[in-house]
């Protein structure tokens, strides 16, 4: 039975099996509280193709209490942003919502930029309105192609060569193999994203080496493969299915409120947390 997932952590898990080590991958755990934080670094080409992710770097933040404590979540939007500062040196940011706004369990990238302190309008037309402690933040929800027939990859492409970022955060609902990581985990990385590629439709890959710009991926687990529940295999014909939680609606709200709120921390640091949440509330 193979299996399905977006993180980083599970794939080394899965690989790694009784084994001390995989070699050209490098994993640290650190945890604060209820709240655990483990980077997997893929370092070489086995490496990458032992754990089938990219070479790069790949943080996950786990909270287990995220959806219901205050303090986790604030605590979670801080780590979130210290993460971005340290990814990207430059003031000019486009961030990419992907996923349907309409399906819910994949509609985290839509609602995380309906939480963006949006900049770029601002310091391009009235640049005294904003000083430089506060970033120049572009948005869009380029959707999904089965609605508008045009790969993301593409549209986002096209807004690049428009705004010029030099950086590109793209963010996505994904799909996990452990159920206690599902709805309670952020994954960061620099490595790019291949949209769907956890529920097994993959779309071209967003990534440094195809956009010129480093391109940052945040991403939470909304979903997991029937199998998984079930724990054996399951009839082919019931394969693709996907499980999510029954409060989904308060997962998707919470847990893009606070990647926007992050972004919003790493992007404007003339801001405080509250501050922020004055705003976007």
Known sequence: MSIRTDLAVEAHEITRGEAKEIEGVKLTKTGQGSITKTVVEVMTESGAKSIGKNIGRYITIEAPDIR???DDYEEVCRMLADELRHMIKSSRILV???GNRDITPDALGAETVS????????????PEVLDDD???VSAITPGVMGTTGI???????????????????VIDALAGADIN?????IQISDAGIAPGSGVGNNRSSIDREGFGVPVIAIGVPTVIAAERIAGREIPKEYEPLMVT???IDLVIKRMSKTVANGINMAMHKDLSFRDIESIVD
């Open 68 to 70: 219901y404590s205050l």
């Open 96 to 98: 990419a919502g992907l």
């Open 115 to 126: 939480g963006l302190i949006i900049t770029s309008h601002i310091k391009n037309k009235m």
């Open 134 to 136: 506060y970033g120049i």
């Open 151 to 169: 790969e993301t990859s593409e549209i986002i492409r096209g807004v690049a060569e428009k705004v010029k970022p030099e950086a590109i955060i």
């Open 181 to 185: 990581r599902v709805c309670t985990t």
């Open 245 to 247: 939680t029954k409060d």
